[in-house]
T-cell receptor, first 112, second 115 residues
């Protein structure tokens, strides 16, 4: 099975500061990669997904961006954080939407 | 619109009691359905999935779910709940949009288990 690593585990950032969250995957090649945000009582919101290196699809207009510089590396970024960016960010990997997605442990982001 | 609904935000059961978590979907074709579990502060783990065939699906940790097309439901069940089952449970459906498939989650049901 796949193993998903995410760091940092927790992050507290001031409004207007930049952001970089990293996700790496072990145990598979050429996976689909996903970034989700989870807010209390609102389930998981898909932010970005990638089917290959350099291929990024955005689901929700926002001030976040994603990049996939290597096959098993997925990065979530922002140039200037907003208060509304606070949440629990999850990276996931899967061979296709029809297959099981493996989730990382998540990053708790608090924007003050 | 294609979606998945979990009507119960929070459920409390006693240890040893039976459990049923509800999930309803809105989808024109035969859906691909999943149940995931999330322990506090952690990622999600797949419990079970339904693609086709037998409508009663067995999963890990003693969970099962039944697909009922007539009711557009995919409810999760467990005959006897353990304290370690306390977690948040998410139902999900594969959504086809714009030629691509994505996993869409319900808002989750938080399960509390009383001793």
């Amino acid at each position: 099975s796949q193993t998903i690593h995410q760091w940092p585990a927790t992050l507290v950032q001031p409004v207007g500061s930049p952001l970089s969250l990293e996700c790496t995957v072990e145990g598979t090649s050429n996976p689909n990669l996903y970034w989700y945000r989870q807010a209390a009582g609102r389930g998981l919101q898909l932010l970005f997904y990638s089917v290959g290196i350099g291929q990024i699809s955005s689901e929700v207009p926002q001030n976040l961006s994603a990049s996939r510089p290597q096959d098993r590396q997925f990065i979530l970024s922002s140039k200037k954080l907003l208060l509304s960016d606070s949440g629990f960010y999850l990276c996931a990997s899967g061979l296709a939407a029809y297959n099981e997605q493996f989730f990382g442990p998540g990053t708790r982001l608090t924007v003050l | 619109a294609q979606s998945v609904t979990q009507p119960d935000i929070h459920i409390t059961v006693s240890e040893g009691a039976s459990l049923e978590l509800r999930c309803n979907y809105s989808y024109g074709a035969t859906p691909y359905l999943f149940w995931y579990v999330q322990s506090p502060g952690q990622g999600l783990q797949l419990l079970l999935k339904y693609f086709s065939g037998d409508t009663l699906v067995q999963g890990i940790k003693g969970f099962e779910a039944e697909f009922k097309r007539s009711q557009s439901s995919f409810n999760l069940r467990k005959p006897s709940v353990h304290w370690s089952d306390a977690a948040e449970y998410f139902c999900a459906v594969v959504l086809t949009q714009g030629g691509s498939e994505k996993l869409v989650f319900g808002k989750g049901t938080k399960l509390t288990v009383n001793p």
